[in-house]
């Protein structure tokens, strides 16, 4: 009988943010490793997400694809892990949520490739300029200890993921509010079980050939 609640992801992708977000669930899970050129692009694969990326989680045999949408998803799912604020009080677990699913990916991406929206461009372009969004991404992250608040959520390893991925890979410029958070935010168990989970998966160097 198939798992209730299966990851399916690769070691290299933005898998490991919906990683963390299981482990810090607690939930049992089942991990399937895609392979980019080959499982990822094919059936069954496909039928669970048409986009042919990872990650995606099937739980109780819904869907869930997109990073940010696992991380609220579960959070719903597994109430009893206190991942998400009481629903009063979400304005700014929403709102943070969103804002670096949309702006702040869409304004690394777009820096990372090259492309930057001219003045007029910016008006409609969501994220307006990449110094507007990453200076407002560093107010946000500074207001409190957590992005919604004076407590870890959901949305910490959604914006975490984003915070310490850009800042490692040079998509975020490395300034001291950044690291205070990743370093508030990566010293959790659950995200240090999780990148253990998926070091061990990744594959081995190649041995160097003698010449
Ligand atoms: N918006 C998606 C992005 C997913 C995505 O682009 N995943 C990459 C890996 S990080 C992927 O699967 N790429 C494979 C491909 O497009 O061939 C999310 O947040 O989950």
């Not at 049992?28 to 499982?39: C, G, M, Q």
């Not at 892990?81 to 304004?107: C, H, K, N």
Request: aromatic share 10%; glycine share 6%.
């Amino acid at each position: 009988m198939a798992a209730d609640l299966i990851l399916y992801t690769n070691p290299m992708s933005r898998g490991r943010i919906a990683r963390w977000m299981l482990e810090e669930t607690g939930a049992d899970y089942e991990t399937v490793v895609l392979d980019y050129a080959s499982t990822m692009k094919q059936e069954p694969y496909l039928s669970i997400n048409p986009m042919g990326k990872v990650p995606a989680i099937v739980h109780n045999g819904h869907v869930v694809t997109e990073c940010a949408a696992i991380c609220a998803y579960l959070a719903d799912a597994f109430p009893d892990a206190g991942l998400a604020p009481p629903i009063t009080d979400r304005a700014d677990y929403y709102r943070w949520l969103f804002y670096a699913a949309g702006p702040v990916e869409q304004a690394v991406t777009n820096k990372s490739m090259n492309f930057a929206p001219t003045e007029q461009q910016q008006r409609s372009a969501g994220y307006g300029n990449y110094d507007l969004a990453v200076d407002t991404l560093e107010k946000a992250v500074s207001a409190h200890p957590y992005i919604a608040g004076n407590s870890f959520t959901a949305a910490d390893v959604y914006v975490g993921s984003q915070v310490v991925w850009g800042v490692q890979f040079g998509t975020l410029p490395k300034r001291d509010t950044f690291a205070a958070y990743a370093e508030r935010i990566t010293t959790r168990d659950a995200y240090k079980r999780a990148n253990d989970k998926d070091n061990a998966l990744m594959p081995a160097p190649e041995p160097e050939r003698a010449e």
